[in-house]
């Protein structure tokens, strides 16, 4: 008997210390789901405009949706902040900047005043003020700093030539048109497009002629290269960071890539890829379907796997982006020996 109330209040003990043992397992593993949670969202998934109040609502780990709408003339300033800045005690972070001007304006851009915003915020910083108290009480400043940086966190800082010893400063991705070579666009983004099935357009058509070479905007993985009935030949490269994918398509038919590109392959920003044309829009490969010679070109947002594929995409207007590229084309030259274009950047 007393050997049994013994044993039983082992067993009782036991079951206590396994209780409490489980309890501790889930208070950890839920403290440590709230810490990554707070650590990875940082920011409310929001939108832009209407749906950004809705959204920003729902407690969500990541971001699922970005409205990309600051025009050129909003880019060019907050860079040249930057630039211009690299080398004061005050330095100016573009995407700082243009996140800050993104929260005042709830990403709507009408006349000159975000670039009033842009002045102002500059002036408070070179005053003394510190960024995290100026933003302090502004709800989607965050939100539009980490979508931003998404969006342009390769695009600006120290790079090397290959023929040259000092580092330079500055845009360092290219436009995904080579020097010297004519194109033609306009802000396409969202138009109809009605091959298929009723969509959306997800990129911006530069229009050119066959055959000019197609640079790698940024440096990365070639994630996908091959036949798509949409695209045609396509190429889509994943920024090392693997937040950025580019997506060039309707390349040349018999000949669209570098011939020794292939998937898998590591390029660097300003790299010739392949070459401009109209293939696409057919289940058989290496058809021109397209009417006119152009390159889409595309830059999707993937901040979890869940968005790489399917309903989740998120595509940015890019139109903005590259005409602010125009001011970094890469220059190239045929390689006598293998036919194919290359990257010339000596003389940049
Ligand atoms: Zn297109």
Not at 25 to 46: E, H, K, N, Y
Not at 48 to 57: L, P, Y
Not at 191 to 196: E, L, N, V
Request: proline fraction near 2%; charge should be neutral.
């Amino acid at each position: 008997m007393r050997r049994g109330g013994v044993f039983l209040l082992k067993k009782l003990q036991t079951r206590v210390v396994g209780t409490a043992a489980l309890f501790l397992c889930v208070a950890l593993i839920a403290g440590g789901l709230t810490w990554r949670l707070a650590a990875r969202g940082r920011a409310d998934a929001v939108s832009v405009g209407a749906n950004a109040q809705a959204q920003m609502e729902e407690e969500t780990a990541f971001i699922k949706w970005v409205d990309f709408n600051a025009p050129l003339a909003v880019l060019e300033q907050a860079l040249r902040y930057d630039i211009d800045s690299r080398t004061e005690a005050v330095k100016l972070d573009w995407i700082a900047l243009l996140a800050y001007s993104a929260a005042m304006n709830g990403g709507v851009y009408k006349g000159d005043k975000a670039c009033g915003h842009i002045d102002a915020l500059a002036e408070r910083l070179r005053a003394g003020e510190r960024m995290r108290d100026i933003v302090a009480d502004m709800r989607y400043y965050r939100y539009y700093f980490e979508a931003y940086s998404a969006i342009l966190a390769g695009f600006v800082g120290s790079y090397r030539l290959l023929h040259e010893d000092a580092p330079r400063y500055g845009l360092k991705v290219y436009s995904p048109v080579a020097k010297a070579y004519g194109f033609g666009h306009c802000d396409d983004f969202g138009d109809a497009r009605t091959y298929g099935y009723k969509r959306s357009h997800l990129g911006n058509d530069l229009m050119g002629a066959v055959g000019t070479p197609v640079i790698a905007v940024e440096g990365g993985a070639v994630q996908a290269l091959g036949w798509s009935e949409y695209g045609g030949w396509r190429v889509g490269i994943r920024s090392h960071d693997g937040l950025r994918y580019y997506y060039y398509a309707h390349m040349r038919k018999d000949h669209p890539y570098v011939k020794t590109l292939k998937k898998g392959d590591i390029v660097r920003a300003g790299d010739v890829i392949g070459y401009m044309g109209m293939t696409g829009y057919s289940r058989k490969e290496n058809v021109d379907n397209i009417d006119v010679p152009h390159l889409h070109f595309g830059m999707q947002l993937i901040f979890d796997e869940s968005q790489e594929e399917g309903e989740k995409e998120i595509w940015i207007d890019v139109y903005h982006i590259v005409r602010l590229l125009e001011r970094h084309r890469m220059p190239v030259e045929k390689d006598a020996v293998t036919g194919e274009y290359v990257r010339a950047e000596v003389a940049a």
